[in-house]
């Protein structure tokens, strides 16, 4: 049975306006109401289960929607007086703590922002991929054994080679600036160098380093004195993500009141949290193979990860947790799963310039208001977490911004375009005429 429950409410604002012509004294004015311009509204709406108490004491899961909405509206105020001189007259126009009509309509502003879907399917597809990971990645390092081997055989004599090579090369720049060589031969030797420094660059960051990683997650999981450690009946597997959104703009000689003309600026934040989980009950033991990764269940993933530039791929896609997300689980069974959504929303409206088309010509107004502000916050439960999808990350253009990210695929792509070159002159030499598709059919 669904509930609803309410606490605290909007409030009224009482606005005082008076409208007078010289020499007459200021008037006692006209006072009007507006509604619901500020104040505190928090709305929830939940499942109740009956037997509540029994049957958690029983173990019994319970796993129901809800949702909570607050709202806190906060409008700027202020006194506002405008006057215009015709004929020997000044017309004059006050209002006192006026509340221009702010719309609370959220969806007036928030569709302005970034959409927050690819990262719900992001975090949603990442738990599903946590489900039973391994300690450690087995079948990868397997695939992997002979480079890692190559590393680990002599790791001192590959760094001196490494440096040896870097210094050579160093000295070999120096050195070129204290004459003029051939026509040519600069070229040549600067793509050496070239190629040379960026080999050295990409086997540090993806031959050492990663090697250097393997080996302290291999002792990490090696180290205590089991090798298998005991595991819970049940096991919660979770992800989560934030995003932030913020965007500014402004609007000119807006109509708010009905007949005053407003330029305003407006400030929209909001920040997201999706927040995914499942929980499962193992049916059978906590092997070998589940600790280090050496299960069928891993093959799908192992095959992703040991293709060739895959890595590049998944700075921009979710591919690998994708493939992870969609293997079938062995040994446990779902009991429960949800997605949980925050969203806290603050729009801000700064109105800069306030002009009255009084019938004696516009004027604009001495005095100023305060800030109006609505300050939203959502937050909603569903029990159920829905399908892994295979899209764009939600951070995909902060990582590709990364310097070492764009150095990294500046190095691979000048690489691949090398390799192409190299292999169509081999062509050429080879066949005598131009690596094109076409002439195959000739």
Request: aromatic content about 8%.
């Amino acid at each position: 049975m669904f509930r609803t429950r309410t606490q605290g409410g909007f409030i009224d604002k009482t606005m005082d306006t008076k409208s007078w012509d010289s020499p007459n004294p200021e008037p006692t004015g006209t006072t009007t109401v507006t509604t619901g311009v500020g104040g505190t509204f928090v709305i929830m709406t939940d499942n109740v289960t009956p037997g509540f108490s029994r049957a958690r004491n029983r173990g019994q899961i319970i796993n129901s929607p809800m949702s909570r909405n607050s709202e806190t509206r906060t409008m700027g105020l202020g006194t506002i007086l405008y006057q215009i001189s015709s004929g020997g007259v000044v017309h004059s126009l006050k209002q006192s703590d006026r509340p221009l009509g702010f719309p609370y309509g959220l969806d007036s502003y928030l569709w302005k922002l970034p959409s927050t879907s690819m990262m719900t399917n992001e975090v949603r597809t990442r738990a599903l991929a946590n489900v039973k990971r391994p300690d450690y990645a087995g079948l990868v390092s397997l695939g992997e054994l002979r480079e890692s081997l190559s590393y680990l055989r002599n790791p001192l004599k590959t760094g001196l080679k490494l440096a040896g090579v870097l210094e050579h090369r160093i000295g070999s720049l120096y050195r070129k600036t204290s004459y003029t060589p051939k026509r040519g031969a600069l070229h040549r030797d600067d793509s050496a160098i070239v190629k040379e420094l960026e080999n050295l660059y990409l086997e540090f960051r993806y031959g050492v380093r990663p090697m250097i990683g393997e080996v302290t997650s291999f002792l990490e999981n090696f180290r205590d004195k089991h090798l298998i450690h005991p595991r819970p009946d049940r096991q919660t597997f979770r992800a989560r993500q934030e995003q932030r959104d913020a965007l500014d703009w402004s609007e000119s000689s807006i109509v708010l009141g009905g007949e005053i003309l407003c330029d305003i600026t407006y400030h929209v934040e909001r920040t997201t949290t999706v927040s995914a989980g499942l929980l499962y009950e193992y049916t059978s033991d906590y092997g070998l193979g589940d600790k280090w990764g050496l299960t069928l269940g891993q093959v799908p993933a192992t095959a992703w990860a040991l293709t060739p530039l895959s890595f590049v791929v998944d700075w921009a896609f979710n591919t690998s947790q994708f493939l992870a997300a969609i293997t079938p689980v062995a040994g446990a069974n779902r009991l429960a799963e949800w997605l949980t959504t925050r969203e806290e929303i603050v729009v801000t409206r700064q109105i800069t310039k306030h002009v009255w088309p009084s019938p004696w010509g516009s004027v604009t107004a001495a005095g100023t208001r305060g800030l109006d502000s609505v300050h939203v916050v959502r937050y909603s439960r569903s029990p159920y977490i829905g399908l892994p999808s295979l899209a764009v990350k939600a951070n995909v253009l902060t990582t590709l911004s990364d310097s070492a990210r764009q150095l990294d695929l500046a190095a691979l792509f000048h690489q691949r375009v090398g390799n192409s070159a190299r292999m169509a002159k081999e062509v050429v030499r080879r066949t005598g005429r131009a690596h094109d598709s076409h002439l195959w059919f000739g």
